[in-house]
């Protein structure tokens, strides 16, 4: 089955949260100020997945943003006024697009150290001599440990090329996979690319769906597992190298690969985002975005606010002026040393 357990449950989740337009009808709002605001606090109210979690008043939210709503209002004073009312829910999958702007979360990301400088890789890891295949950046380092990054799961990554990249990594002594800065993209990729790390079936995790318009409305857990692929496989120490900035689906991968024999993750607590995305449109044409089922770890924790590493590692601005990646330098020593 592999990941078909999410790809049906995401398609249960289309289906339901579709019906529940018939089951439970929303009323008809009318094309102004008053009738889109209203119109997007609905939607949410009826189908966004987090309110409980993260212990959101979403009646108090309206009271308070419902009563700055004029008719008289400009659509960019509009948008402005959504834009506010939706940082209450604190959630990077949260997006309204209009034809003039889209608004979005920073703050999950913004006040942790970035971690990350991808030019001191190339140039002092690397020496600009590296090798790339499908999205996925590669080499092996001096020290005989194999290094890949990949940047984003929106960047493909075919069966062929992971054939190349395990192939060429077989002689490593150990395997760095870098994530740092993933914003993510398809979670098809992240079964393509974890399935290469285990010869046993894992349980994963689980997923729910909205089941009705009440904020406490939802299935009972799904599971979701992660078959080997019938494929080359690379079963050697690997290290996942995270930080806050990896989100989403990289967020998911982090939580795969942790579950698997040999896997450690090293540096920042990821950015979350655990929320399959789901899309509806207002009155006006505008779309609002929204994490609509919750995923959970194999032990039905949530990962909505990130995970948190094996070893807690960061990076200064000293040590980025001296050319220096720390939580690259401990991955390498862990999978040498095993310490």
Not at 115 to 120: A, G, I, T, V
Not at 264 to 279: M, Q
Request: charged share 25%; proline share 4%; with cysteine.
């Amino acid at each position: 089955m592999k990941w078909r357990n999410i790809q049906y449950g995401w398609v249960l989740c289309l289906a339901i949260c579709t019906g529940l337009s018939a089951c439970h009808p929303l009323e008809e709002h009318a094309d102004n100020p008053s009738g889109n605001f209203d119109a997007l606090w609905s939607i949410l109210d009826e189908h966004y997945c987090f309110f409980d979690y993260k212990q959101i008043d979403w009646n108090d939210v309206r009271r308070r943003y419902r009563a700055r709503v004029s008719d008289a209002m400009t659509e960019k004073e509009l948008f402005a006024l959504c834009d506010e009312m939706l940082m209450e829910l604190k959630d990077g999958h949260v997006n309204l697009s209009s034809a003039f702007n889209t608004s979005r979360y920073w703050a999950w990301f913004q006040d942790y150290p970035e971690n990350y400088d991808e030019r001191l890789i190339d140039k002092n890891y690397l020496n600009f001599d590296f090798l790339r295949a499908g999205g996925i950046k590669y080499q092996i380092l001096r020290e005989n440990i194999g290094y890949m990054y990949y940047g984003s799961f929106s960047d493909g990554v075919g069966e062929g090329n992971l054939d190349y990249i395990i192939d060429y990594f077989a002689l490593s002594d150990g395997l760095i996979i870098d994530v740092r800065n993933n914003g993510g993209g398809n979670l098809t990729n992240v079964e393509t690319i974890a399935s290469r790390f285990t010869d046993k079936r894992i349980l994963t995790g689980y997923i729910r769906h909205k089941t009705g318009p009440g904020h406490s409305d939802f299935s009972d857990p799904y599971p979701t597992y992660l078959d080997p692929s019938d494929r080359l496989h690379y079963l050697k120490p690997v290290v996942v190298l995270t930080n806050r900035s990896t989100y989403s689906a990289a967020n998911d991968f982090v939580k795969v690969m942790s579950r698997l024999p040999g896997v450690t993750v090293i540096g920042d607590c990821t950015g979350g985002g655990s929320g399959l995305p789901f899309s509806s449109e207002l009155p006006n044409g505008w779309s609002i975005r929204f994490s609509a089922s919750p995923m959970y770890d194999d032990e039905m924790n949530q990962t909505e606010w990130g995970i948190e590493p094996d070893e807690f590692v960061d990076m200064t601005l000293t040590d980025m002026l001296e050319g220096r990646d720390t939580i690259l330098d401990r991955a390498i020593e862990w999978l040498l040393y095993g310490v």
